[in-house]
């Protein structure tokens, strides 16, 4: 079996099409969804990311308030820059860029997040809701996941699913959130990770596999059972002298070779990568919407 490929680009460009015209329905009652940004320092991928993010928000018209920080900017004056998000209403959600500086308490800021702002989904309050089913804002990546499976016609119900890696961005919310008793959902999770002993044996029994480990080549074919979707959340920066920057990016997929097993796979790039920032502006949307009272 060669795989069908799960075209993320494609799938965040719908998305991105349905959010364009609610906020342009939002604009003619005078509401303009509002995104803060923060990014503190000047990691490179940090700053791609916030670009991307920032580039986002516009191609949509969502208003974005970008702050880029010094890399000795304080856990205090982080703080007070999140409290000024917080009561303004101009900004309907808050992100701020992980990883911070190792000075800066990175529990302290997500905690000082208002969780009504907190678009992406980190802050315990919304972890919690998520957790016992109730509506929340969900973290940004696990849910295109989330999205991506519904549309592209992958039955989740009574599926195995086997999440390999227990990060709390991905690994943990993604098993929860597919195990939720909800339309979407109703799997029977498996949640495996680096202290996992012989990750294939449980691999091999998917349904549904979502590689959220970090490592390249983490999923083989030998560990795949023939006509499983593979959704490869990994981006991993290889060295490669044929390329001008000297690298590519890979996932956590053996990509080549487990395409030829699975019945529908995510490449990396252009699979999920796409779908975070367009679950981050859709967020943003639903936020907006809930600050009016509107839904
Ligand atoms: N760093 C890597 N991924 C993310 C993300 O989804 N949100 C934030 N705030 N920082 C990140």
Known sequence: MTARIIDG????ADIRDELKAEVAALKEKGIVPGLGVVLVGEDPASQSYVSAKEKACESIGIYSDDNRLPVETTQEELLALVGRMNNDPRINGIL???PLPRHIDESAVLMAIDPDKDVDGFHPVNVGK???????????????VVQMLRRSGVETCGAHVVVVGRSNIVG????N??????EGANATVTLCHTRTRDLGQFTRQADIIIAASGFPNTVTA??????????DVGVNRIEDPTRERGYRLVGDVDFDAVKEKASMITPVPGGVGPMTITMLLFNT???????NGID
């Open 177 to 182: 959130m597919l195990l939720q008793k909800k």
């Open 96 to 98: 701020v860029q992980l």
């Open 9 to 12: 680009k494609q799938i965040a």
């Open 222 to 231: 030998d560990m795949v059972k023939e006509g499983a979707v593979v959704i």
């Open 285 to 291: 949307v639903v936020s907006a919407k809930r600050a």
């Open 130 to 144: 998520m957790v016992v089913g109730e509506d929340a804002f969900l973290p940004c990546t696990p849910h295109g």
């Open 172 to 175: 943990k919310p993604v098993a």
